[in-house]
Each structure stands twice: as structure tokens, then as C-alpha cells.
């Protein structure tokens, strides 16, 4: 007879096992891509909370989510310090700071399963379920920030299969709960991995799965790179030379649609009404082409109007989109009561932009209509699948170029895999210095630019209409099925106290 199978962490200090297993984590995400990382990181953590109570469960937890974010966002400090001209002390405590607050999710997470924790069967499935649901609470509290949500290492096939169905959050318990299944199977309850191997052998038959059809023609789109620095980008002076390098590069493009990238053009609309904006519906008009760009919408004149980072259309349809939810610390300062006082230091032109509030239709091309977003908006799904079934083609623009050669371009074209794959639809995606590309409506990159320097990248992309499992409920089911298993181990626990104690 097998014998149960010790954990070999308990002999070590167990809150930098945490820390490393977070830290560890982040193998898992672009631009590593080793799926296999995230059930094995968080193996360890279940195990090392199986048998501490609330305090030591919420230290565990909030070193684990301190290397996790440690590692896998210290792009901000970039911001801040290289491009956003803050000296280097205040951006490192407000980088720590952010990191902090982001890892105290996990802390209450894990604490939440110490107090909930029956030593049974259910236990892997109650982790999972909390893990999940402080992700989901991550992503929506204080504005949100759903970035390194554990679903979205399973950005590969087959896995990738799962998304349509179940959206990010779905693929982060099912990761989630293989982990914790596996340490139960170490200890000898080897029933457990039955749930996880029937999962292996579905997935692969997912792939047949079609929930979406073909509607229209494909629309041949160049995406450019224009790969402008942030500290030219936006230096007085330059707004021609900018221009005169989208429209170099857009002449050499043969796509019908023509997508620059986010602020692509770093001014107000209003001051580009007069020549600028006439030359491109000309361009439109003789070429019978469509043009996406980025810019300013708002009035330079008017220092208390709203400003809004936005996409312009022009074509056969004109219009604009605005973005709807901002960048923390890029476009608009977090907690400004607490961090008001750096605001003077902050040098990052327009960083103060107003929220566009409510929804923004499709916009229509000759061919496609258009379910636009900006940047950081491509995190949150329910935001992205909010124009459908009207938006047969998904299209972010973006620049990244604040976050240097950082691993956040990468792990943002990740996320982006996982939003098209939910929304079955294809997303062209163009950015101001990589990573440009198109991803099918599968969730697969199927082209993409090299980074860091200026280029065209013409494609196919072939608008899709219907609607995905993951379309029509959103993340609703996957967080009624967590909210269940959670309510369902808090009433085991009361009827399992003492009734002295009740």
C-alpha cells in the first residue's frame, strides 16, 4: 500500500515558499507561456494553507500575491519614473504601494479559505472558488485591475478551447483546481483527479466546437507601427513629423482599412478640423478606404472640459469612439485623497482624462462593424462583448511604448487572445510600437509585427456574427457556480460547530 506522500516544503520558512511560488507564477504568462507553472505554483500555496488558521493563511497569501505582482508588474515603476518624470523614491513607494494593495487580495483570499476549510473533499474546490472569486473582485473593485488573472496562462490550445464557454475566469478555476486536486492525490485521496482527467479528455473535442459563422466579406486591414517615442511623442514642435510618418506609411499600405494606433495623432480634434481631418476623408473618399485612428478629443481652450482619449473614424461612416475605462496612474491617478500631493511631479502630458460614460456602438465600415477598444479596456471582457452581437470585428489600438521593453505588451496580446477566443469574434490589434498583430476568432495569433520599430502589417480579417456561451452570460454563471461551492462549505462549517457555539 502507497503511502501518503509529505510535502516537501515543511521544512522550510513558509511565507518566502509563498513569496517564490508567486513569483514563480508569472512563468505562466507571456512572454514565457509554461501553462503548467500556474496549477503547480498554485499546488504549493493550497498546501501551505491546509493547516494554518486566518493570520498566517492572509501573510501566506499576501506574499504569494507580492511575488506574483513583484515580478509581474514592474512596468509601473517604468511609468513613473523613466516617462512620467516622478523621482525615483516616490515612484518605487508608489509602485510598492500598488503592488501591496494588489497582493492583499490574495491575502483575504486565502484567509477566507483557513476560516471556511473542512479538511475534506470539498477543500480543493473551496480554494479554487475563493482564488477565483478575489480575482473577480480584483477586477472590478476601486475601478479594477484583472491583470495576471490565473485563466489567462491558458492562452495555448487546447486549453484556449475552454474560453468561449467559461471566459477567464472559468480557465483560472479550472487551473486552479487541478493544483489543488493534485496536492489531495499526494496525500493519498487519488479520487480527486477523476474531475481533472475527464477535463483533459473533453478539452480536446472543445476544438470541434463552432458557436460563431462567417458574416460578410473579409476586410484586407493594415495595421501601423509607428513606433514614436513617448518623450518625442509628445514634445511641442513634433505634431507634423508625426503625421508626415503615418501618412509615409499608410502609402505604402493596401488595406481597405487603415488603423493607426492609440494618440497616434498627440493633439485635440478640434484643432485637426481644418486640414487634417478634410485631407483624410479626401484620402478615404478617392482610395474608397477606412481610417481608424487615435487622438484627443476634447478643447484645448477649455482647461475644466472633459478630455477624452478616442479613436476617430473616418469613411464611408464617420464617428468616434471614447474610452471608457482609464489606465491607473496613466491616464488618471488612483486614490487621489492619498496621492494628490505628487500630482505637481507628475510630467505625463494628458494624464488626466475623463471616463466616457455609457455605451459606445459599433462602428460601421463598408464590410464590418466595428467593436472598438483602447489599451488597457481589452482586460475586461464584459466591456469588450458589450457590443455584441452588433460588432462582427474587434479592434484595439494601443501604445505601449510607456512600459519600455517590458514584458506588458506581451502579456497584454495575451489577454487579448482570451478576449477574442470569449467573443468569438477576429481582433486586429495596432499599436505605436509593437505588439501589432491579428488574432483569429479562436484565440490564435495568426500575424504579428516585430516590436520596436516602424512597419505596416496588412491582413485578412474576417468578421464573424453569433453569439458564444460566454457571450450571452458573461462571467454570471462561472461566479454563481464559485458563489455556490463557497456557500455551500460556509453552511458545512455551521453545522459542523459545536452547538454550544452557535
Known amino acids: 500500500m502507497l503511502k501518503k506522500a509529505k510535502w516537501p516544503v515543511s521544512g522550510f520558512p513558509r511565507w518566502p515558499v509563498a513569496f517564490l511560488a508567486g513569483a514563480a507564477l508569472n512563468l505562466a504568462f507571456a512572454p514565457y507561456r509554461q501553462p503548467w507553472v500556474a496549477p503547480l505554483a498554485l499546488a504549493i500555496l493550497y498546501a501551505l494553507l491546509k493547516t494554518v488558521a486566518g493570520r498566517p493563511a492572509f501573510i501566506r497569501g499576501l506574499a504569494f500575491g507580492a511575488g506574483l505582482f513583484a515580478f509581474g508588474v514592474p512596468w509601473i515603476y517604468l511609468t513613473l519614473a523613466r516617462f512620467g518624470g516622478m523621482p525615483a523614491p516616490l515612484a518605487a513607494l508608489a509602485c510598492a504601494l500598488f503592488i501591496a494593495i494588489l497582493a492583499s487580495y490574495a491575502g483575504l483570499a486565502c484567509a477566507a479559505f483557513a476560516r471556511l476549510r473542512g479538511g475534506d473533499s470539498l477543500d480543493p474546490w473551496l480554494f479554487a472558488a475563493i482564488w477565483v472569486l478575489g480575482e473577480w473582485v480584483r ?75 462567417r458574416a460578410g466579406a473579409p476586410v484586407t486591414t493594415s495595421l501601423v507601427q509607428g513606433d514614436v517615442l513617448p518623450t518625442i511623442k509628445w514634445r511641442p514642435g513634433t505634431l507634423r513629423m508625426i503625421i508626415r510618418r503615418y501618412l509615409r506609411l499608410t502609402a505604402k499600405s493596401d488595406g481597405h482599412l487603415v488603423i493607426w494606433p492609440e494618440t497616434a495623432i498627440p493633439t485635440y480634434s478640434h484643432q485637426l478640423r481644418r486640414r487634417f481631418i478634410p485631407y483624410m476623408q479626401r484620402l478615404a473618399r478617392v482610395g474608397g478606404r477606412h481610417f481608424l485612428f487615435g487622438l484627443i478629443e476634447g478643447n484645448a481652450d477649455d482647461p475644466n472640459g472633459p478630455v477624452y482619449n478616442a479613436v476617430m473614424s473616418i469613411g464611408r461612416h464617420d464617428g468616434f469612439y471614447r474610452k471608457r475605462h482609464l489606465v491607473p496612474f496613466g491616464e488618471y491617478l488612483p486614490w487621489p485623497a492619498l496621492l494628490n500631493p505628487v500630482l505637481d511631479v507628475l510630467h505625463i502630458p494628458m494624464a488626466s482624462f475623463t471616463p466616457w460614460h455609457g455605451a459606445e456602438p459599433p462602428l460601421p465600415i463598408a464590410h464590418a462593424r466595428i467593436g472598438a477598444s483602447i489599451c488597457y479596456e481589452v482586460a475586461y471582457g464584459p466591456l469588450v462583448t458589450q457590443g455584441l452581437p452588433g460588432a462582427t470585428l474587434l479592434v484595439n489600438v494601443s501604445d505601449d511604448s510607456w512600459y519600455g521593453h517590458s514584458n506588458e505588451a506581451a502579456q497584454q496580446l495575451q489577454i487579448a487572445q482570451l478576449r477574442a477566443a470569449e467573443a468569438g469574434r477576429d481582433m486586429a490589434i495596432a499599436t505605436n510600437d509593437g505588439i501589432t498583430a491579428l488574432i483569429g476568432h479562436t484565440g490564435q495569433i495568426r500575424a504579428e509585427l516585430a516590436p520596436f520599430r516602424e512597419g505596416v502589417l496588412t491582413v485578412v480579417a474576417q468578421p464573424y456574427a453569433g453569439l458564444t456561451p460566454y457571450d450571452r452570460l458573461g462571467d454570471r454563471g462561472v461566479l454563481a457556480a464559485l458563489s455556490l461551492i463557497v456557500a455551500v462549505a460556509g453552511w458545512r462549517r455551521r453545522r459542523a460547530r459545536p452547538s454550544s457555539l452557535r
Do not use: N, Q
Open 139 to 213: 477586477g472590478v473593485f476601486l475601478t479594477g485591475f484583472p491583470w495576471l488573472d490565473v485563466g489567462y496562462a491558458a492562452s495555448l490550445p487546447p486549453l484556449m478551447a475552454w474560453a468561449p464557454l467559461v471566459g477567464v475566469l472559468g480557465l483560472s478555476f479550472i487551473l486552479t483546481v487541478s493544483g489543488a486536486l493534485a496536492v489531495e492525490a499526494l496525500r493519498g485521496r487519488r479520487r480527486g483527479l477523476l474531475p481533472v482527467l475527464l477535463l483533459l479528455g473533453v478539452t480536446p473535442a472543445l476544438a470541434g466546437l463552432t458557436f460563431v459563422h
